[in-house]
Structure formats: structure tokens, C-alpha cells
């Protein structure tokens, strides 16, 4: 099946070849999990010219962690543009001598349009936030070179303590978050875009067996405080937030994942790679 779009394949995306296919795609990409997030975007970055979406991150106070993204990748990058909608932090950025543009990439490549082509779009935790995902991909396809490559950062919907939330029905994701992206459906926005999956891996910050022993400890927790009648309060006092902040992941599930060796995409967030086919495509 020619990877580039199912429907060449059958007129129904449930049949057995174009499962399969897709099932492949999405295996053929998968890599280890990463200890870093940040990291492994800057190895993608380095000595390239890469425009950065969601540049502010929320708001401008993010400006002076050590975890700003977009000032990591400013330093190894051979130029950088940074994309929000967010106009106090665009400016705050460009009054801090960085290039940045106020522009909603849900609306076309804008003024990046005037720019010559770019190497890596960098899309860190915001395809979830994005009313039409699909056009991520668009404004991608539009500003990158031939071979050039879409690099996508966002929550894991596969992570155990997410899975627990959804069978506990307890709502604590960000509250601007909007869709959750899995593995075949970044296969399909890029396919319709002209862009090929290259990787597919998750950043794992702790082994599993010590994510086993943290819920065996936050059970024994549990248990306790529920038979002594205990009441644990937190500092901010919100009891609707009670779920979610005592929310553990079960022990028992994390310990058959680990048991059957299938832990390699249990990590928090989801990284993606994908390349823009054309004639200068490796």
C-alpha cells in the first residue's frame, strides 16, 4: 500500500490492508523512550533554521525558567522565528531582542510567508490546544523545505496515570487542552499533508519498576488513610481537585506492563518526527 494515502488502498479505512499498513507505519517509526524532552528537540534544531509555534508557553512570566523551550533552541539554532498568538508575550519577546511574530498558524504561514523556506517547525505541547489540528500540518507543509521536518511534542494519551484518570472519570488535564493525538492519527494529518512519520517515542523520566514501587507506596497511602477515616487536604484547599491530586497509577497494571516488556511508550508526552516528502527528500 503506497504509504501516502489509505484510500488508494480500499474505500474503507477498517479493512485488513489498511490496518495493517498503518499499524506498520506507526511501528517502523517507534524508538526508545527519552529522558529529556527539551534535549531531544534541540538535537533536531541544531545549526538549522527553525520557526518555534507556541513560542510564549502560556505567558511571559515562563520567559525566565530554565525550562523555556523557546530560548533553548534560539542558542543551538542557525535562526529561529518565534509564532503566538499571544500578543503581550510576542512583545515581551521582541523588546528581549528575539524574532518573534504574532500570528495564529491555524490561519495560513502569514508573514512567515516572507521569510525564505525553514528546515524544522517546531510544535511543542500544542497540537492538543489547536481547534483544527489539521492545520498545524498546513502551515508545516507550506513554510518547510523539501525534506524538511515537523517535530511535535504532546501529552501522552497512552500514559498510565492518563488511562487512570479517564477509568476514574477525573477531569485534570489543562483546562485550554482540546483533543488528545495519538500514533495513527499523526500518521493520517501528516499523510494528508505530504508529510512521512520518521519517529515516534515518548520521554520516560523514571524506569517503571520505581513508577511501580511510587504506587505500591501512594496504595499503602490510600488504604491507610481510608480505614483510620483521615481526611488529607491540600494547600490550595479546592476539594474539586481532591481526585485528581490524590490520583495514583495502579501498581498491579504497571507491573504486568513491566512483566510483559511492553513499556517503551508509557512516558508522559509523546514526540513525533515527520518529514515533508518531495524531490529533495532523503
Not at 81 to 89: H, M, N, Q, S, T
Not at 135 to 140: P, Q, R
Not at 188 to 205: H, I, M
Request: glycine letters at 6%; a neutral charge; aromatic letters at 6%.
Amino acid at each position: 500500500m503506497n504509504a501516502r494515502s489509505w484510500r488508494e488502498a480500499s474505500h474503507d479505512p477498517n479493512s485488513r490492508p489498511v490496518v495493517e499498513a498503518r499499524n506498520a507505519a506507526v511501528v517502523a517509526a517507534t524508538r526508545r523512550p527519552v529522558p529529556d524532552r527539551i534535549d531531544w528537540i534541540l538535537q533536531r534544531c541544531r545549526d538549522r533554521r527553525v520557526i518555534d509555534i507556541g513560542c510564549v508557553d502560556h505567558h511571559v512570566g515562563t520567559h525566565e525558567a530554565a525550562t523555556w523551550l523557546h530560548r533553548a533552541i534560539a542558542a543551538v539554532a542557525s535562526f529561529c522565528v518565534g509564532v503566538d498568538i499571544e500578543p503581550e508575550g510576542v512583545a515581551a519577546m521582541q523588546a528581549a531582542g528575539y524574532q518573534a511574530v504574532l500570528h495564529d498558524v491555524c490561519k495560513g504561514p502569514g508573514p512567515i510567508a516572507d521569510l525564505d523556506s525553514f528546515d524544522v517547525v517546531v510544535a511543542g505541547e500544542v497540537i492538543e490546544h489547536l481547534p483544527a489540528p489539521q492545520a498545524l500540518f498546513d502551515f508545516a507543509a507550506a513554510v518547510l523545505r523539501p525534506g524538511g521536518q515537523l517535530v511535535i511534542s504532546t501529552p501522552n494519551p497512552y500514559a498510565p496515570h492518563r488511562v487512570r484518570a479517564g477509568q476514574l472519570g477525573v477531569a485534570w488535564e489543562n483546562a485550554d487542552h482540546a483533543v488528545y493525538a495519538f500514533p495513527s492519527g499523526i500518521v493520517e494529518l501528516g499523510e494528508r499533508t505530504g508529510f512521512r512519520l520518521e519517529e515516534y517515542r515518548t520521554v520516560r523520566f523514571r524506569p517503571v519498576a520505581v513508577e511501580v514501587r511510587r504506587g505500591l507506596v501512594k496504595l499503602a497511602v490510600e488504604t491507610r488513610d481510608r480505614l483510620t477515616g483521615r481526611s488529607r487536604r491540600h494547600a490550595d484547599e479546592d476539594v474539586t481537585l481532591a481526585p485528581a491530586l490524590e490520583m495514583r497509577t495502579n501498581p498491579f497494571e504497571l507491573a504486568l506492563v513491566a512483566l510483559t516488556r511492553s513499556d517503551r511508550l508509557l512516558g508522559e508526552t509523546s514526540l513525533y518526527v515527520l518529514r515533508k516528502t518531495g524531490a529533495d527528500s532523503p
